[in-house]
């Protein structure tokens, strides 16, 4: 799974590529379709594919002449699963510091909460 993840984060590291991705999540397109928006060449359009097709981000089809590019989202979840379990774990970490720093204000607090002043 390690070699998928470098993969799919290494697709996910460059904007153009990104930017692709969204335009997919829209539905498929073609390649001709996906450079429309970029000031580059076709040519560079699909080597971005290609490493987005290596990363098993997208898929290619056949219909008739034309070859849309469809969204493949496993890879995409698989690294937002990677990722939630860092989520969680710095969640737990703010958590507990946030009960700490309730702690320590307490602590100073010279007057109680919730009462009125003697």
Same mark, same amino acid.
């Given at each position: 799974?390690? !070699?998928? /993840?470098? #993969?799919? &984060? =290494?697709?996910?590291?460059?904007?153009?590529?990104?930017?692709?991705?969204?335009?997919?999540? +829209?539905?498929?397109?073609?390649? !001709?379709? /996906?450079? #429309?928006? &970029? =000031?580059?060449?076709?040519?560079?359009?699909?080597?971005?594919?290609?490493?987005?097709?290596? +990363?098993?981000?997208?898929?290619?089809?056949?219909?008739?002449?034309?070859?849309?590019?469809?969204?493949?989202?496993?890879?995409?979840?698989?690294?937002?699963?990677?990722? +939630?379990?860092?989520?969680?774990?710095?969640?737990?970490?703010?958590?507990?510091?946030?009960?700490?720093?309730?702690?320590?204000?307490?602590?100073?607090?010279?007057?109680?909460?919730?009462?009125?002043?003697?």
């Amino acid at each position: 799974m390690r !070699t998928d /993840l470098d #993969a799919t &984060f =290494a697709a996910l590291a460059d904007p153009t590529r990104r930017a692709i991705l969204a335009r997919l999540a +829209a539905g498929e397109a073609t390649v !001709t379709e /996906l450079a #429309a928006p &970029f =000031a580059m060449s076709q040519p560079a359009i699909s080597k971005h594919l290609r490493v987005l097709e290596r +990363a098993g981000l997208i898929s290619r089809g056949r219909v008739a002449q034309r070859r849309p590019c469809r969204l493949q989202a496993g890879p995409l979840r698989e690294a937002t699963a990677w990722l +939630a379990e860092y989520r969680d774990h710095w969640a737990e970490r703010y958590q507990r510091l946030d009960e700490l720093l309730d702690e320590l204000r307490a602590a100073d607090d010279p007057e109680p909460r919730g009462g009125e002043a003697p």
